[in-house]
Nanobody
Framework: VQLQASGGGLVQAGGSLRLSCVAS????????MGWYRQAPGKERELVAI???????NYTNSVKGRFTISRDDAENTVFLQMNSLKPEDTAVYYC??????????????WGQGTLVTVSS
């Protein structure tokens, strides 16, 4: 199983970016997909998660600005980021909790995509 993230880049404060992450491989079912981020010198933190058939959750600092969504038919999770702030600058990682076709419950991480917000 692999997670491939894309969509990062350089944007001015107040701008928008949309991240995408596609899961591929021997996947039976994806239970939870999410986005984490790690800023320079800081620990990785949860940004948003979306369970299958459930309600999404966000860290307080992005509520009202970021929206997480998923396309289960394409095993893809998105993160729409609006009103970006310099403090949103970080490497963003997608994450999935899924069941493989061998019925193993596993977590997987994408390779990370850099988001840089200039002031």
């Amino acid at each position: 199983v692999q997670l491939q993230a894309s969509g990062g880049g350089l944007v001015q404060a107040g701008g928008s970016l949309r991240l995408s992450c596609v899961a591929s491989g021997n996947i039976f079912s994806i239970y939870v997909m999410g986005w984490y981020r790690q800023a320079p010198g800081k620990e990785r933190e949860l940004v948003a998660i979306i369970p299958s058939g459930g309600s999404s959750n966000y860290t307080n600092s992005v509520k009202g600005r970021f929206t997480i969504s998923r396309d289960d038919a394409e095993n893809t999770v998105f993160l729409q980021m609006n009103s970006l702030k310099p403090e949103d600058t970080a490497v963003y990682y997608c994450h999935a909790l899924l069941q493989t076709t061998l019925f193993q419950l596993r977590t997987y991480w994408g390779q990370g995509t850099l988001v840089t917000v200039s002031s």
